[in-house]
């Protein structure tokens, strides 16, 4: 497995060994002692899978406190935008973002450590998301910050006017947001 750090360096960009042939292709997507030779130890507890269609915008989702959620993320079907905005007051990275694309066709994985806030936007006709996360769904805990955020500035490449929850429409401005130490 390939290692190469983001923007933020804390973000990691992993890209499989792929073995094809005729038939198909294979790959690990995870293997713990793998990753821990890489230096990346996280204890999943938990496995998402979450379709969307173009334009649909998740995020940018977290949990505080002590529910910190760090997250492997690929797309096994199509193709994502996926931005990781920093919430740690102690980084010297704090209220910056990476951006990168996912898709199934360069079977590339992120991973987003706890302290970040996470999302995407579909930039194909769909995308089938899966990720592994380091904690559990823990809803008082659950946290938005917007995604338009003037003082972020991320440039989604959206075709027209993004698909969102309610709860992605009202997320909370960096300046207000809940932050990590």
């Not at 042939?21 to 990346?40: K, M, Q, Y």
């Not at 102690?90 to 066709?105: C, I, N």
């Not at 006709?125 to 008082?140: F, M, N, Q, R, S």
Request: aromatic share 10%; net charge negative.
């Amino acid at each position: 497995m390939k290692l190469s750090r983001a923007a933020i360096p804390d973000i990691v960009l992993l890209e499989p060994r792929v073995i094809g042939d005729a038939r198909g292709f294979f790959f690990e997507s995870w293997n713990r002692h793998t990753l821990a030779e890489l230096g990346l130890v996280a204890d999943f507890v938990q496995d998402n899978h979450s379709r969307s269609v173009r334009n649909v915008l998740r995020g940018l989702h977290y949990q505080a406190g002590e529910h910190a959620q760090g997250k492997l993320i690929r797309v096994i079907d199509g193709e994502i935008y996926d931005v990781a905005v920093d919430l740690r007051r102690s980084s010297p990275t704090f209220g910056r973002w990476a951006a990168f694309t996912l898709s199934a066709d360069n079977r590339s994985m992120a991973w987003i450590p706890p302290g970040f806030a996470h999302g995407y936007c579909v930039t194909a006709d769909a995308a089938d998301v899966l990720y592994k996360v380091t904690g559990y769904w823990h809803p008082e805990s659950e946290r938005t910050l917007a995604w338009n955020d003037p003082d972020l500035a991320i440039p989604w490449p959206l075709a027209g006017p993004p698909v969102l929850s309610a709860k992605d429409a009202a997320g909370t401005r960096l300046a207000d947001a809940e932050t990590y130490p």
